[in-house]
Nanobody, 123 residues
Framework: VQLQASGGGLVQTGGSLKLSCVAS????????MGWLRQAPGKEREFVGI????????YYEKSVKGRFTISRDNDNNTVYLQMDDLKPEDTAVYYC?????????????????WGQGTLVTVSS
């Protein structure tokens, strides 16, 4: 399993960014997919998860209502749409997969993790 995330960058407070993550593997449609983030000097934290079909999503409290996870199983891709960004959203964002389909959230969620993409929100 390989995960390649992209889409990070610099954005002003209140702006939007959309992250993408392309996964390798023929059984992508059976995996739960998600995003975690790690801010400078802080522990990695859970952001959100989407189940294998895309029918259920789960979000960390501080991003609920601002971030949206979606997936395209035909193209092995998961997205994180981030709106109304705040300086405290500044972090390296990691795409993750749980090939068991687990959707129980936590800071160490997933069985595979990609390289991160940096999101910086300026005030």
């Amino acid at each position: 399993v390989q995960l390649q995330a992209s889409g990070g960058g610099l954005v002003q407070t209140g702006g939007s960014l959309k992250l993408s993550c392309v996964a390798s593997g023929r059984t992508f449609s059976s995996w739960a997919m998600g995003w975690l983030r790690q801010a400078p000097g802080k522990e990695r934290e859970f952001v959100g998860i989407i189940n294998y079909s895309g029918g259920s999503t789960y979000y960390e409290k501080s991003v609920k209502g601002r971030f949206t996870i979606s997936r395209d199983n035909d193209n092995n891709t998961v997205y994180l749409q981030m709106d109304d960004l705040k300086p405290e959203d500044t972090a390296v964002y990691y795409c993750a997969a749980d090939i068991r389909g687990n959707v129980v959230a936590g800071p160490r969620w997933g069985t595979h993790w990609g390289q991160g993409t940096l999101v910086t929100v300026s005030s």
